[in-house]
Structure formats: C-alpha cells, structure tokens
C-alpha cells in the first residue's frame, strides 16, 4: 500500500512539474507595452519564438476582460513560428472614435498554441501573455514623463468601512502604471495597478487597522518599460469619499 501511495504521489509531483515546464511563455514579446501616437499609422512590436518546438501564435486586441470590441486591429491575427523564428506585429487605428483629451489604453493577447502531439497522453497548455496598448492622442497638456510628479496620495477609509487604503489621484492626461507602493518603510507593499487618466485607484492596506498618515514610497514604469526612479513621501489622512472611476 505505502508503495503504491508513493507511486502516485511521484506520478502527480512529475505531471506538476511538467506542468510548470510548459507554462512558460516561448514566444518572446520585444517589449512589455506599445504606444500609438494619433499621427502615427500603425505601431510594430517584434516577437520571437524562443523555445525549440513550433507554435501556431494567435493574436487580438481588446479593451479589457470581457471587453472584446476595440478600435486597434492586430496584424497577422494567425501565424506560425518555427523555433527561433522571429516575426513582426503591427498594429493599426481602425475607427477615430477615441477620446482626444487624454491616452486609451487596451491590450495585445498573444497565445502560443503548441502543435498537437504524437505521444499519447501529453498534456499541453496554451500559454497567453498581455501587454498594455496606449493610444496617446497629440495635444495632449504636460508629457508622460511628468505625470507622476502630479499625483496626489491620501489615506482614506476601506470602501467596506473596515481599514484604511490608500487612494492615488491622477490628474494627468497619461495612465500611471505603479510598480506598488511600500508602506512606512516597506513594513507592508500593496500590488501593482495602473491609475487612469484623470481617474483614482484605491489600494487596500492592512498594516494598519483605521485611517493614519503613512510614508510611502514608489516607483512607476516608464514608456520604455524601464522603472523610474523611486519617489518618498507622505501620505495625509483624506475624507473617505468615493474614488473617481475615470472616464
């Protein structure tokens, strides 16, 4: 019995193991967001199949989760790549529909299909990776840059009326993407999120239990998909009014 148990165990600790072997990504993306400027016909990003098995790359745009209609069109939306093949996505504006006051963002899904298999029962995962697809129209008042320097921090109350969070105002015409904020000194570090233009986000925090000043520190990403440098500064209790969603 202890054999047979052992057995079992070995044969579901391997398919796991597989398991994480096959979820990494192959198909290597040459960038972690693409920009489209109002001017500019179309945008590119290069992507590369860097495993040693052939995948079929299937692509699309959308606006969000279960938001598939977007304006932005993806170039070839099927294609083959051979191991260590390279090839080259574009994509364009299809409507002009857009708001001119401040940056659209959406996403480019990129999912690597494995060919099927000739051995009997292989598992196989199709792995899907996102990136952030900004339409930055021009005009547009102050510069990417600078948009951090901007935002407003505060502590408010929880939306549930228990703890406390951390709520960002940005007032600028860019989307703000923070890397996480670190919480008196890093004795908490919220999660990663993006703060729409002319919108707010609210972080939950749960080192401390009501409303309080708080030190934080961040850092953002910038148009290169490089980190900035990190910001210090305080955060001052506000009214628990409910956050601006961004329009």
């Not at 409507?95 to 009997?120: A, G, M, T, Y």
């Not at 228990?162 to 670190?182: D, E, Q």
């Amino acid at each position: 019995m202890l054999n047979k148990r052992f057995i079992i165990s070995a044969v579901v600790g391997s398919v796991l193991a597989a398991c994480t072997l096959v979820a990494g990504a192959s198909v290597m993306l040459g960038g972690t967001r693409v920009i489209i400027g109002e001017k500019d016909r179309q945008a590119s990003i290069p992507l590369k199949n860097t495993g040693s098995s052939p995948y079929v790359v299937q692509t699309w745009i959308d606006a969000g989760e279960g938001k598939n209609k977007a304006p932005l069109l993806v170039t070839p939306p099927l294609s083959r790549l051979d191991p260590g093949a390279e090839n080259i996505l574009r994509i364009v504006r299809i409507s002009n529909d857009l708001p001119s006051d401040r940056e659209s963002v959406f996403w480019l899904n990129v999912k690597e299909i494995p060919e099927k298999s000739d051995q009997p029962n292989v598992l196989q995962i199709a792995v899907r990776t996102r990136i952030k697809v900004f339409y930055r129209p021009a005009g547009l008042a102050g510069k990417p840059d600078e948009a951090r320097s901007l935002i407003t921090l505060a502590v408010v109350a929880a939306e549930d009326g228990k703890g406390a969070a951390l709520r960002v105002n940005n007032p600028s015409a860019y989307n703000i993407t923070f890397t996480g904020f670190k919480i008196n000194g890093g004795k908490e570090q919220t999660k990663a999120g993006m703060v729409p233009a002319f919108g707010a986000m609210d972080f939950p925090l749960t080192a401390i239990s009501s409303p309080q000043p708080v030190d934080v520190s961040y850092t953002t990403i910038n148009d290169y998909g490089g980190e900035t440098p990190e910001v210090v500064t305080k955060a001052a209790v506000a009214s628990a009014t409910p956050a601006a969603a961004g329009k």
